[in-house]
Nanobody
Framework: QVQLVESGGGLVQAGGSLRLSCAAS????????MGWFRQAPGKEREFVGT????????YCADSVKGRFTISRDNAKNTVYLEMNRLKFEDTAVYYC????????????????WGQGTQVTVSS
């Protein structure tokens, strides 16, 4: 069955960096676009970034643009989220998700989700 397992979260000081990973299994990874979303305490889940099947198309939300980078390694069935210059407001549970087809910022267009990894940024 489809599995998405996030890792790499933790506690970091403001201004620091983290790299999240999402290991995928149970489907042909290179046939699916991937996305990252996050949910802060008391807030709705929001879009962070997305990347196309081959990695040629990628974009991030305005709130993280220039600080976060999404990438993937199809040989390793893994998608990454490189997070730099972290801010307190980046504190959230980060989820990866997958959908057949192209990139999307719309949560409802994603079919499978991971369990999430906690990122906490101390100010």
């Amino acid at each position: 069955q489809v599995q998405l397992v996030e890792s790499g979260g933790g506690l970091v000081q403001a201004g620091g960096s983290l790299r999240l990973s999402c290991a995928a299994s149970g489907f042909i990874f290179s046939d699916y676009a991937m996305g990252w979303f996050r949910q802060a305490p008391g807030k709705e889940r929001e879009f962070v970034g997305t990347i196309s099947r081959g990695g040629g198309v990628r974009y991030c939300a305005d709130s993280v643009k220039g600080r976060f980078t999404i990438s993937r390694d199809n040989a390793k069935n893994t998608v990454y989220l490189e997070m730099n210059r972290l801010k307190f407001e980046d504190t959230a549970v980060y989820y990866c998700a997958t959908r057949r087809g192209g990139t999307s910022s719309q949560q409802h267009e994603y079919n499978y989700w991971g369990q999430g990894t906690q990122v906490t940024v101390s100010s």
